[in-house]
DNA sequence: GGTGTGACGCAGG
DNA sequence: CCCTGCGCCACAC
């Protein structure tokens, strides 16, 4: 087997996939981890966040939040100002960063349905 | 090959 | 509203 350590490629594929799906989110919306692991129809939420954690330096992941519109303390800050300057809807006292969450009732996006696997 | 951990999700108290 | 526990999948040790 030529390619018997497709392993490797696999995990490739799937980060682009990913990637891919977080670019599409347009300015102002925002979606959620479980969505776009469905959306790839690979996996779990939580490789979601270790592809975004690692690569996600490339895509908007401000876009990219928890099923409950929330996210990460340690990138609420960062991930504030975008929504300040895309005026994303956001839900809560937007003072208050720990509270931070966004308002998925108007901003959700849904991402493009999986490719059919053909 | 078991154990721990994580940019998650949900149910329960 | 808060925190806790459990399940989930992939990876590092």
């Known amino acids: ?15 682009e996939a ?10 102002g919306h ?8 469905e959306a790839v129809g690979r996996s779990g939420p939580r490789q979601v966040g270790r592809v975004l954690a690692m690569y996600g330096g490339s895509v908007p992941w401000w876009r990219v939040v928890r099923a409950d519109g929330s996210l990460p303390p340690s990138h609420q800050p960062a991930a504030l100002s975008r929504y300040r300057e895309e005026s994303t809807p956001l839900r809560g006292a937007i003072t208050d960063a720990r509270a931070l969450r966004v308002d998925l009732g108007r901003a959700l996006w849904l991402p493009p349905s999986r490719p059919p696997r053909t």
Not at 3 to 14: L, N, P, T
Request: net charge negative; no cysteine; aromatic share 6%.
């Open 18 to 27: 990913v990637l891919r799906v977080v670019e599409q989110v347009p300015p």
């Open 1 to 15: 087997m030529t390619e018997a350590q497709s392993g490797k490629d696999a995990s490739e594929a799937y980060v």
């Open 30 to 37: 925002a979606t959620t981890y479980s969505l776009i692991a």
